[in-house]
């Protein structure tokens, strides 16, 4: 389903459900051999759970692992998938595990204050060394790889943004030496990044990684060690409360009553949880895998992730796959009606001017990218469904007024760096420890006050962000 917009505003309505048929991802299409497509524990739907995670995502997946490996583990933990395993945004997104160091930090402050600003962007650099340590403690092969990006501004505007965030960060305490090295003379920051037009970079750690192969491998670890019973193709149609006080999830195989519900859910959460409407908004982005020319292969492959910005908003992201050359770049949502990408969930199809785009953006983007030979250059394309919120933060801990239910959504194109920690701390809340234990941002709580203090609804933020580029940061 799609919001409507009209006259300039946008009128959300529900999401719905996940497309049956969705198209395939560089990830999925080389995930075809997985065990869990198609994959149900049980024959039959159980007929009861003392946790139910809906969605089988980053999100779904580390609660999984985090909650089944720590103290106390519930003896019954279900998992329902709409599709297949790992079909939604994570199996889409561009594997960048990717902190904000510093860039988002005046929209954080201005929306949370300072303390909260600070720690959403520690959280950030905390997730990437938990999804390192996870990474190794178990084995996981999922082409884990760690080491630095670079933002790049292509405009003033942006490389004054750049600046204006880092400049307020430091001033207000936040740590740069050893993490963050800026690169503000143009003829540096272009030789530096290799990009066309640079008029700055900023340079701090990332990571980069096969996200379906990540979450795959922990759910076949929950389903082998812990008895995990994962029903893929088995869409929650709703979600209410019997008179017992426990949670009974309808679906088209029957109902499943569950003492604890975790919706891990993102951009289709709104369907179960109407008072995140308007709030948990779906965004449609596309994503692409390109086939690099001689000039940024071997030895001249590129040493950094990245990401292209111009004003304050627009941005591609880019990696590049240590292990193939692969690289794997998205963005361009500028290039095309914001109507056709917000609150659109269609992720069987490709927008065609985001194809042609994304077709020509290594050549325009990078110096001396040269001419394409055959079969070099676009590989395959394919979309992927976000979900925003309107202050570009999730929506993690327990729903208020629906006790034994949890969330973690809302990841605002941002997920890779913020869900493993978000669900070891939901781990921790259904194990009854406190918030603080979760070491989380107070921010990302789902209270009434944060679900009441938004002016606008996601949609029409992104109206606004559409009409101009300067004044609205939605993207952090």
């Known amino acids: 389903m799609t919001s409507t917009i009209v006259n300039g505003a946008a009128n959300p309505t529900p999401p719905g459900y996940p497309h049956p048929e969705p198209c395939l991802s560089f990830w999925l299409q080389g995930g075809r051999s997985s065990p869990l497509i198609g994959h149900r524990s049980t024959e039959a739907l159980p007929e009861t759970a003392d946790v139910t995670i809906i969605g089988s995502g980053i999100s779904g997946g580390a609660l999984a692992y985090f909650l089944l490996n720590g103290p106390n583990p519930p003896k019954n933990v279900v998992m329902l998938e709409a599709r297949e395993v790992c079909y939604g945004a994570t199996g889409r997104n561009g594997g960048h595990c990717r902190p904000d160091c510093y860039r988002g930090y005046k929209g954080y402050k201005a929306q949370f204050g300072k303390e909260q600003a600070m720690k959403i962007l520690q959280n950030e650099m905390d997730t990437l060394n938990l999804v390192e340590e996870i990474v190794k403690k178990e084995g996981i092969d999922c082409d884990f790889w760690r080491g630095l990006s670079y933002d790049v501004a292509l405009d003033q505007l942006c490389a004054d943004f750049f600046k204006s965030n880092y400049d307020?960060?430091?001033?207000?305490?936040?740590?740069?030496?050893?993490?963050?090295?800026?690169?503000?003379?143009?003829?540096?920051?272009?030789?530096?990044?290799?990009?066309?037009?640079?008029?700055?970079?900023?340079?701090?750690?990332?990571?980069?990684?096969?996200?379906?192969?990540?979450?795959?491998?922990?759910?076949?670890?929950?389903?082998?060690?812990?008895?995990?019973?994962?029903?893929?193709?088995?869409?929650?149609?709703?979600?209410?409360?019997?008179?017992?006080?426990?949670?009974?999830?309808?679906?088209?195989?029957?109902?499943?009553?569950?003492?604890?519900?975790?919706?891990?859910?993102?951009?289709?959460?709104?369907?179960?949880?109407?008072?995140?409407?308007?709030?948990?908004?779906?965004?449609?982005?596309?994503?692409?895998?390109?086939?690099?020319?001689?000039?940024?292969?071997?030895?001249?492959?590129?040493?950094?992730?990245?990401?292209?910005?111009?004003?304050?908003?627009?941005?591609?992201?880019?990696?590049?796959?240590?292990?193939?050359?692969?690289?794997?770049?998205g963005g361009g949502r500028w290039a095309v009606p914001v109507e056709n990408l917000i609150g659109n969930t269609d992720d069987s199809v490709k927008i065609p001017d985001l194809t042609e785009y994304l077709r020509e953006v290594m050549k325009k983007t990078m110096t001396g990218w040269g001419e394409e030979a055959l079969n070099e250059g676009l590989l395959v394309d394919w979309t992927g469904i976000m979900g925003y919120t309107p202050e570009a933060v999730p929506y993690v801990g327990a729903v208020h007024g629906k006790p034994g239910a949890f969330i973690s959504a809302g990841h605002s194109g941002h997920g890779m760096a913020r869900a493993f920690t978000c669900s070891r701390g939901i781990a921790k809340l259904l194990n009854g420890e406190s918030w603080e234990s979760t070491k989380l941002p107070e921010c990302f709580q789902p209270t009434p006050e944060r679900l009441a203090a938004p002016k606008q609804t996601v949609e029409e933020l992104w109206v606004e962000v559409g009409k101009t580029d300067s004044t609205v940061p939605m993207m952090h």
């Open 168 to 329: 307020e960060f430091v001033a207000d305490g936040g740590v740069v030496d050893g993490i963050v090295n800026a690169f503000t003379d143009p003829e540096d920051a272009a030789k530096r990044t290799r990009s066309n037009g640079a008029l700055a970079a900023y340079e701090f750690p990332a990571g980069s990684l096969w996200p379906f192969k990540l979450v795959t491998h922990l759910i076949r670890l929950c389903i082998d060690k812990h008895g995990l019973n994962l029903q893929t193709n088995t869409p929650a149609r709703a979600v209410t409360q019997a008179a017992s006080g426990k949670w009974e999830i309808k679906t088209d195989r029957g109902t499943l009553t569950t003492d604890k519900v975790v919706y891990c859910t993102n951009a289709f959460t709104a369907t179960l949880l109407p008072e995140f409407l308007g709030r948990i908004a779906p965004y449609r982005g596309q994503c692409s895998a390109v086939i690099p020319t001689k000039a940024f292969s071997g030895k001249d492959m590129l040493t950094h992730t990245y990401s292209h910005r111009t004003g304050v908003n627009n941005f591609d992201y880019m990696i590049q796959r240590p292990k193939d050359g692969t690289i794997i770049v």
